[in-house]
């Protein structure tokens, strides 16, 4: 048969050690080909590059996949690979794995998400990967097993159309991590601040601070699985419609 051709980018960067360890984890299921920024580009969110020009070239890292490097967003990078890169269709799109959590709200914000988004628009299968550590010496082997499962079952089973998945892993060893869970996104976000400085030239500028609030503690949200030790599968649509809502919306606006 032949082998399943796996699209892999992330937010973080070509090089970054999440992305090189994905790229390891999908040479042993399929055809792999890296399409990914050349630069990092963490909450980019759905960004797009329209006032100024594209460009990719082939790197050479490690391992027998093509690596391409996009002067873009993560979005950019699976348009990129899309459109000018792939030989054809890939049979799904992973993204990741992270440097951090991308939980909860912060699935809005996520360049690693939303190239995982991205591909569900283009009606394919797609995972988005993030581990809940930011150090660059993090390790990523200790979920290669899950993360390997988690592809084959969905390329085994295929989701429904515009339905991507949001995979958090926490910080644990292969042998704490507890099994994996299908979740809710949390009620959370973050209380954020601005810090105010003052330049050498009396010029006042500022730091994005705040903390994360979570103010859902119910069983099946992403983050009361994470905290327990388990992975957190969320899955995510792009439709962003509020149906629940529609027919008291049109009692609303009804216009004489």
């Known amino acids: 048969m032949e082998k399943p051709l796996i699209l892999v980018t992330n937010d973080d960067g070509i090089t970054a050690p999440g992305i090189r360890n994905l790229v390891s984890f999908m040479n042993e299921i399929g055809e792999v080909v890296v399409v990914a920024p050349n630069s990092p580009q963490s909450g980019k969110g759905h960004a797009i590059t329209i006032n100024s020009t594209l460009s990719y070239e082939e790197v050479h890292l490690d391992g027998p996949q093509m690596d391409f490097s996009c002067s873009g ?82 390329l085994e089973n295929p989701m429904p159309k515009g339905i991507v998945l949001n995979v958090n892993i926490p910080k644990l060893t292969k042998e704490e991590i507890k099994g994996v869970k299908v979740c809710k996104q949390a009620k959370a976000k973050w209380e954020e601040s601005f810090d105010e400085r003052v330049n050498p030239h009396g010029k006042k500028y500022y730091w994005l601070t705040g903390y994360f609030n979570n103010m859902d503690e119910s069983e099946d949200a992403d983050e009361t699985a994470l905290a327990n030790g388990y992975i957190s599968i969320v899955p995510v649509k792009f439709d962003l419609t509020a149906y629940e809502y529609m027919n008291t919306l049109n009692e609303v606006m009804k216009f004489d």
């Open 73 to 154: 967003t993560p979005v950019d990078c699976v348009k990129m690979a899309l459109d000018k890169i792939l030989p054809r269709r890939p049979d799904i799109v992973v993204s990741g794995i992270n440097h951090g959590a991308n939980s909860s709200i912060n699935v809005i914000y996520s360049g690693t998400m939303s190239a995982a988004v991205e591909a569900g628009v283009e009606n394919l299968p797609a995972i988005g990967f993030s581990l809940l550590d930011f150090s660059w010496e993090a390790d990523f082997t200790q979920a290669k097993e899950y993360i390997q499962n988690i592809v084959k079952r969905t």
